[in-house]
């Protein structure tokens, strides 16, 4: 009556009670008291769909009570049904279908095949770091990356354009089965959904497929794309994944829908795989559980030297910049690309630098958790004057 008697005032009721230990009571026996005592205010005790409900849990001679009961995400315990590798790229779909296969009890590595350097890279680790820390529990997670500029590269130059994305995915097949190979995991999940993009053809998948001989789970392959982003939130990685561009595919002007077998394994003649064993085996090792803020920071948000493809932007005042800036820099000062940075390209990659690497490594930061691949230049002015 404490707890209760005021809160059930006006409204239909009941006591659902459960007991562990050796007790003179039965769970019935406590369901039938509380009920009495509560019911003293004439109130109507109704067992099916009551407007209040009293949940009462008495283990040994420890009694709790509550009032409301959250759902949880259920499943079997984590590390029951085995081990495998997931491809993560970041969006919305391989981070659900990890979560869904952990609901499962498979534990998982996670791999990503960058294509798109440090920031891109970042924004990954942030989803991967979320699912450890929220959803394993007593298991420690690792982050694989498998550096694919060279793998890219290769097959941009040398495999007709409307069948790269097939046999670039057959590549991260490949690396997602030498991970399973040393860590001793037995499948690959990915985030493969039917009909999404032109590659997701049954057709298409089967020829990707085919090229390991471990089991690939799909946990996704028939949900619509509205499904997923309502479960990314429930998953937690709904807010990171919707600022990530993701990075895994070639886009080609006709990409093939039904590329068989046979047409696979003939451009796949024209390249050398030793190149993505190579990659492979330079791959990045992090451990998720002991990855720190500043290990997430500022590894990824400084360069040292300027990426070919970068465009360069000098954030100090006018006068500074007129005075000396890097060749073919552009002057954006700092207080203005602060409030105007959304109106750049996401395309293309950014290189900022102020005086001394700081105001500009905000920027970068601010940039990278909106997508950007922004990054600061380490020691400012003074460094960048010596290249």
Request: glycine share 6%; aromatic share 10%; net charge neutral.
């Amino acid at each position: 009556m404490k707890f209760y008697g005021e809160k059930v005032v006006g409204k239909s009721f009941c006591v659902k009670a459960r007991r562990n230990g050796s007790h003179q009571f039965t769970s019935m026996d406590v369901q039938k008291a509380l009920g009495a005592a509560l019911n003293k205010k004439g109130l109507k005790v109704k067992l099916h769909d009551p407007e209040f409900c009293v949940y009462v849990e008495v283990k040994d001679e420890r009694c709790l009570f509550f009032s409301e009961v959250k759902k949880g995400a259920q499943g079997l315990p984590l590390g029951t049904a085995g081990s495998a590798v997931c491809l993560l790229s970041g969006g919305f779909d391989s981070p659900v279908a990890a979560w869904m296969m952990q609901k499962r009890g498979v534990t998982c590595e996670f791999l990503l095949c960058n294509m798109a350097g440090e920031a891109y890279e970042r924004s990954v680790l942030k989803t991967a770091k979320l699912i450890a820390e929220k959803w394993n529990y007593g298991y420690y997670p690792k982050f694989h990356v498998v550096d694919f500029t060279q793998v890219v590269k290769q097959i941009k130059e040398r495999v007709t354009s409307r069948f790269t994305q097939v046999i670039l995915k057959r590549m991260f097949y490949r690396a997602a089965e030498m991970l399973a190979e040393v860590s001793g995991a037995e499948a690959i999940i990915t985030g493969e959904a039917i009909g999404q993009v032109s590659l997701q053809t049954l057709t298409n998948l089967k020829t990707i497929e085919e090229v390991v001989e471990i089991p690939v789970m799909m946990p996704v392959v028939g949900f619509d794309k509205d499904d997923i982003i309502e479960l990314s939130r429930r998953v937690g990685t709904h807010d990171i994944s919707a600022s990530i561009q993701e990075f895994c595919q070639l886009v080609p002007v006709k990409p093939a829908t039904a590329c068989k077998a046979g047409i696979a394994h003939a451009e796949e003649e024209k390249l050398d795989l030793s190149v993505l064993v190579s990659a492979f085996n330079e791959r990045k090792l992090i451990d998720l559980m002991s990855l720190s803020q500043n290990d997430m920071s500022t590894p990824y948000i400084f360069k040292s030297e300027v990426p070919s493809d970068a465009v360069v932007i000098d954030c100090r005042t006018r006068s500074e910049f007129d005075q000396w800036h890097y060749k073919d820099a552009i002057h954006n000062e700092y207080y203005d690309l602060l409030n105007s940075y959304k109106s750049l390209a996401k395309n293309k990659v950014y290189l900022l630098y102020c005086a001394v690497g700081m105001q500009s490594a905000l920027l970068a930061e601010k940039m990278q958790a909106d997508g950007y691949l922004a990054y600061s230049f380490q020691g400012g002015v003074r460094s960048l004057e010596k290249i």
